[in-house]
Every structure is written in C-alpha cells, then in structure tokens.
C-alpha cells in the first residue's frame, strides 16, 4: 500500500534580489496513517517550506522546481487551485507557527472556526456553529460557548494554540502539518498541546507532520525523524536508531548539544562550530561540510552525498554522508 502523504525529490527555490535561494533540494518524505513524523532543523533548513508546499501556501517569489507530492495517490500537483482549496483544510490542515498572529484579531474565535466549515460544507449556520463548538470543546477548553464568542486577544497563547487546532481539526483531515505548535509556549502548556496532539492521532488515526528544532519535542512525541540541514535531508529513521545511533555528523552534534539527562554531570555543553551556509552561493558540495569534522576529499570534491541506507544500522534509517558516524561510538 503506498504512503497516505508522499514527497518525491521536492525542490524549491526563491527568487530573491540577491539571487536564487535554492531552499529545499531533492526532498523525500512518507508519512503513513495514525503516524507522527517530526521534520527537525534550524532555523532556514527548509521545514517550513515544505510544509507550505504540501499545501500549495508557497509565496509569490517561491517555485517548485521539480518533484511530486500525492496524498492517498492523488498527485497535488496535478490538480486544479479550486480542487485544492477543497482539499486544503478539509484532507490536509496546517497549524502555524504564531497562534496568536495566525487568527483574526477581529473575528470572534468561533466565527473563525465557523468559516472552515462553511467554506467546504453545504450547511446551515446552526450547524456549523455547533460543529465548531464541538471542535473546541473537543480542545478541552473551558466553557466552549464563552470562547466561540470572544476575541482572540482575550486568550492566553496556549488558548490560542487550542483554537488554532480546532480550526485545523474541525474537518477532520487526514494530514495535520504542525509547524512549531509548542514554540511560544511554558513547559506546562507545551505538554498539553503534545498531549492534544497525541489524542488526535490515537483516537482520530490523525497523520501529524511535526515540524520543530526541539529534539525534546521529538523524543516526547515522534515514531519517526527527518532531519533537514540547510535544504536537503540529511538523516532519516526512527526515534530509536536516531537518537541511540545517529549516522550524519549534523545529527550526532545536535544530539550533543542536549543536557544530559544525568543532573549530577557538569559539563558545559558543546556547540556546532560555524554557521549554515548561504544557499545564494551553494557550490554543489555538502552544505555541512564548513562545519564538519568527519569530512574526507571526497567531501570536498564529489557532489552532495544522496540520502542512502548506512551499514549496520535499523532498516530505514538513512543518512547523506560519505563518511557516517561509526556505531560502536555511540
């Protein structure tokens, strides 16, 4: 049976005054029903784009180059802007990085959640303001007919990151793309909305593609990892190879970087030496290889190494790295 959602070989690249930004390159994901797959990097790695692209949200100066995304089979590129209208939202829902920033200040928060329903669904008012009451009480959010009825100013952020998941869950899609869901919030807060999260796939059978930078997160919630640097992937596999074996140098660094669980050790923590590249200017090499303290000649003279299964390790995982960190170091 072929993936629910499926990304080809995704390119995408920005037309910017200072020249062409190539953001995303060669990018291929899978995500199955009832699954959670967390798309993890720094800040300019790509997540996001992806994300958007999913939903055809790229913005003006933005183009896929080359690449297929199907969902259930069904080529999204293939398809009309009004069939994707119908899609988006309804098959495929997204939750935005800034709750507060991503509804209405205007609007009261049960309109919004109103509007999702009336724009894919023939029904009467009454209805879709009972189905929208219905998404937010499903939130665990108190006193749901009060909050339909204020405005988004008049929450807290986690509030907001509810309602920003009822708008997007309302429809009940198949595919939730979570960008940053807990980034903004408390600790406290950042559990719940995991916990949320987890209820959505468990009792819905919800796809969740996680997009974070917190590896925390990914330990908290995740079956499987992808890890982007600078526009391509640079790891792929599951919670347990990924984080008891990481074969890509730029993974085993970040891993590093982590506290230790064990408070009674002092260390300092280590950082990642050097900055991601600047992809105006991308030669063709490894993005990481500024950075890396693995790299060989080949590094330095070969193209940009494929994503490929390593040696010795879990079926599935992968990493783009000619010369992969070695297991028995780990």
């Not at 509810?162 to 793309?177: E, F, G, K, S, Y």
């Amino acid at each position: 049976m072929p993936p629910l959602l499926e990304i080809h070989d995704l390119s995408v690249e920005y037309r910017i005054r200072e020249g062409t930004v190539r953001a995303v390159r060669g990018v291929n994901l899978r995500l199955e029903p009832g699954e959670i797959l967390a798309l993890v990097g720094e800040s300019g790695a790509g997540k996001t784009t992806v994300g958007l692209s999913i939903l055809g949200m790229l913005p003006r100066q933005a183009e896929i180059t080359t690449g297929g995304i199907r969902l259930a089979g069904r080529d999204l590129a293939q398809i009309s802007k009004e069939e994707l209208r119908e899609v988006r939202g309804a098959a495929i829902s997204m939750i935005f990085q800034d709750p507060v920033a991503g509804l209405n200040p205007i609007v009261p928060v049960g309109k919004q959640v109103e509007e999702v329903v009336a724009s894919h669904r023939a029904v009467s008012n009454h209805d879709a303001r009972e189905l929208a009451l219905d998404a937010l009480a499903s939130m665990r959010l108190p006193d749901p007919d009060r909050i339909a009825k204020a405005f988004p100013g008049e929450q807290s952020g986690g509030m907001c990151q509810r309602v920003m998941i009822a708008i997007a869950t309302v429809l009940d899609p198949q595919v939730l793309i979570a960008d940053e869901p807990t980034a903004a919030l408390d600790v406290t807060i950042q559990a719940q909305i995991l916990e949320e999260l987890e209820r959505l796939r468990r009792d819905r059978g919800t796809a969740i593609l996680l997009i974070t930078h917190d590896m925390g997160v990914v330990a908290q919630t995740a079956d499987r990892v992808t890890v982007m640097y600078a526009g391509s992937v640079a790891e792929s596999g599951d919670i347990q190879g990924i984080f008891k074996s990481p074969r890509h140098p730029y993974t085993s660094a970040v891993l590093d970087t982590l506290p230790p669980m064990d408070r009674k050790r002092q260390r300092r923590l280590p950082q990642i030496a050097g900055s991601p590249p600047d992809l105006t200017k991308w030669d063709g090499k490894c993005a990481y290889l500024s950075r890396c303290p693995k790299a060989l000649t080949i590094c330095r003279t070969d193209d940009e190494p494929l994503l490929a299964s390593v040696e010795g390790s879990n079926a599935g995982h992968t990493a783009a790295c000619y010369n992969p960190v070695a297991i028995e170091s780990f």
